[in-house]
């Protein structure tokens, strides 16, 4: 039997961080920077959400700093070098991995189910009626097809729009570009560039590389969190934690991965091989002193009972709740110092003013600020407000928690 290394929550903590490319930002990006990025992360959630820039920007932009935005689009659909897919959630990943979706895609289809939660058959009449427009005109979005929108359910989608989304979740169909934000479908056949490996792996494969790759995006996870990662493929194919531990396990006795026994948490965690000896050098020291705003789609956040044991934080997404129902604010963005999350404010990018208001700021009661981090933060906010398009910030509070 395989003995577990023992760590602490501090080493678990700086390595995630360190593995998801959180630290100061570089001093110049480029596109191959962007790409290398969502190829660090695996995945980049898209959402639709703009009360300031769209999350996929914004993850983007808490590691890299200024970037030049256009470059993420392009890559997609110029490049062909990422593509849309149900990773997480909807994301941008790495074209290189579209092959591993074909198993979850191929259930869908099974279907012509939805992937949004509603599960909403969708009229086989409509779909082929769909599919035939795109197959013989081209590109087309929603727009392109005629019809009122039902009523109900969040979006009132209309048959069209929902047979497209439905072929997309089926992987008939992939997103050829971005009119805005709306998107534009074609035959799956027609979007896959030819350099492509398009054969499909086999379980095992696929298997092995979601789980390695999660061990390589977080550092050190136990099963659950490699599940929450790669959520909408684990949960289509039916993988659960036990079936993910029993392959972690697999790769320690091969020596691929290392158990080990993190302190005060009682799931055993797993980490890669390579990965070890870097636990112990964080045991001691992490480098980076900053400020980074996180959103609450980014993959550093998106496992709540993770973000907990190894914050002590908790995920409070409320933009989905009633005002009355909030503790914090509408978009409320967790504030990264060092290696933790010491509190939360509520942005909102006032466009035509070209103004950054700040409608609330909260600290977490083990926090004591200091001059030190608001210098910090207060660069950081500059720096949040050139990202988007703002020239100036407003604080909307009844004093600004910034000296002046």
Same mark, same amino acid.
């Given at each position: 039997?395989?003995?577990?290394?023992? *760590?602490?929550?501090?080493?678990?903590?700086?390595?995630?961080?360190?593995?998801?490319?959180?630290?100061?930002? !570089?001093?110049?990006?480029?596109?191959?920077?962007?790409?290398?990025?969502?190829?660090?992360?695996?995945?980049?959630?898209? $959402?639709?959400?703009?009360?300031?820039?769209?999350?996929?920007?914004?993850?983007?932009?808490?590691?890299?700093?200024?970037?030049?935005?256009?470059?993420?689009?392009?890559?997609?659909?110029?490049?062909?070098?990422?593509?849309?897919? #149900?990773?997480?959630?909807?994301?941008?990943?790495?074209?290189?991995?579209?092959?591993?979706?074909?198993?979850?895609?191929?259930?869908?289809?099974?279907?012509?189910?939805?992937?949004?939660?509603?599960?909403?058959?969708?009229?086989?009449?409509?779909?082929?009626? *769909?599919?035939?427009? *795109?197959?013989?005109?081209?590109?087309?979005?929603?727009?392109? %097809?005629?019809?009122? =929108?039902?009523?109900?359910?969040?979006?009132? #989608?209309?048959?069209?729009?929902?047979?497209? /989304?439905?072929? %997309?979740?089926?992987? $008939?169909?992939?997103?050829?570009?971005?009119?805005?934000?709306?998107?534009?479908?074609?035959?799956?056949?027609?979007?896959?560039?030819?350099?492509?490996?398009?054969?499909?792996?086999?379980?095992?494969?696929?298997?092995?590389?979601?789980?390695?790759?999660?061990?390589?995006?977080?550092?050190?996870?136990? !099963?659950?969190?490699?599940?929450?990662?790669?959520?909408?493929?684990?949960?289509?194919?039916?993988?659960?934690? =036990?079936?993910?531990?029993?392959?972690?396990?697999?790769?320690?006795?091969?020596?691929?991965?290392? =158990?080990?026994?993190?302190?005060?948490?009682?799931? !055993?965690?797993?980490?890669?091989? /390579?990965?070890?000896?870097?636990?112990?050098?964080?045991?001691?020291?992490?480098?980076?002193?900053?400020?980074?705003?996180?959103?609450?789609?980014?993959?550093?956040?998106?496992?709540?009972?993770?973000?907990?044991?190894l914050f002590g934080f908790e995920?409070?997404? /409320?933009?989905?709740?009633?005002?009355?129902?909030?503790?914090?604010?509408?978009?409320?963005?967790?504030?990264?110092?060092? $290696?933790?999350?010491?509190?939360?404010?509520?942005?909102?990018?006032?466009? =035509?003013?070209k103004k950054l208001i700040i409608?609330?700021?909260?600290?977490?009661?083990?926090?004591?600020?200091? /001059?030190?981090?608001?210098?910090?933060?207060?660069?950081?906010?500059? $720096?949040?407000?050139?990202?988007?398009?703002?020239?100036?910030?407003? #604080?909307?509070?009844?004093k600004s928690p910034i000296s002046?």
């Amino acid at each position: 039997m395989v003995s577990a290394l023992r *760590v602490s929550v501090d080493a678990v903590r700086r390595l995630q961080l360190e593995k998801q490319g959180i630290g100061e930002p !570089p001093k110049k990006t480029t596109k191959k920077k962007v790409e290398e990025t969502v190829r660090r992360l695996g995945c980049v959630q898209i $959402d639709t959400i703009n009360v300031v820039e769209r999350a996929h920007y914004f993850t983007l932009w808490t590691r890299l700093g200024q970037y030049k935005k256009a470059d993420l689009p392009a890559l997609a659909y110029e490049d062909r070098c990422l593509f849309e897919g #149900w990773g997480h959630a909807m994301c941008y990943m790495p074209m290189t991995d579209w092959r591993y979706l074909i198993a979850a895609n191929r259930e869908r289809a099974k279907n012509r189910i939805i992937h949004t939660g509603w599960f909403s058959r969708v009229e086989p009449e409509i779909v082929d009626y *769909v599919s035939d427009r *795109v197959r013989r005109e081209g590109p087309l979005g929603s727009a392109d %097809f005629e019809g009122k =929108k039902p009523s109900g359910g969040w979006w009132g #989608w209309k048959p069209a729009k929902r047979a497209l /989304e439905a072929l %997309f979740s089926s992987g $008939d169909l992939m997103v050829a570009r971005r009119d805005g934000f709306q998107r534009i479908y074609d035959l799956t056949e027609r979007v896959l560039p030819s350099w492509l490996d398009t054969s499909e792996p086999t379980e095992e494969q696929r298997n092995r590389l979601f789980a390695t790759r999660t061990l390589g995006y977080l550092g050190a996870t136990k !099963p659950a969190d490699i599940k929450s990662y790669y959520h909408s493929w684990c949960v289509k194919l039916g993988l659960t934690a =036990k079936q993910i531990q029993g392959l972690l396990e697999g790769l320690v006795v091969e020596g691929t991965a290392v =158990k080990l026994c993190v302190e005060g948490l009682g799931s !055993p965690h797993y980490c890669m091989a /390579e990965d070890a000896p870097r636990l112990g050098e964080l045991e001691r020291d992490w480098g980076y002193g900053g400020v980074r705003l996180v959103n609450y789609f980014d993959s550093l956040l998106w496992n709540a009972d993770r973000l907990e044991a190894l914050f002590g934080f908790e995920r409070a997404l /409320e933009v989905y709740l009633k005002p009355h129902q909030r503790k914090y604010g509408y978009f409320t963005t967790p504030i990264l110092y060092g $290696d933790r999350l010491v509190g939360r404010l509520d942005p909102k990018l006032e466009r =035509k003013e070209k103004k950054l208001i700040i409608r609330g700021l909260w600290y977490e009661d083990s926090f004591k600020n200091d /001059e030190a981090f608001e210098d910090e933060l207060q660069k950081t906010l500059d $720096d949040f407000s050139r990202f988007n398009g703002a020239e100036k910030i407003e #604080w909307r509070l009844e004093k600004s928690p910034i000296s002046a």
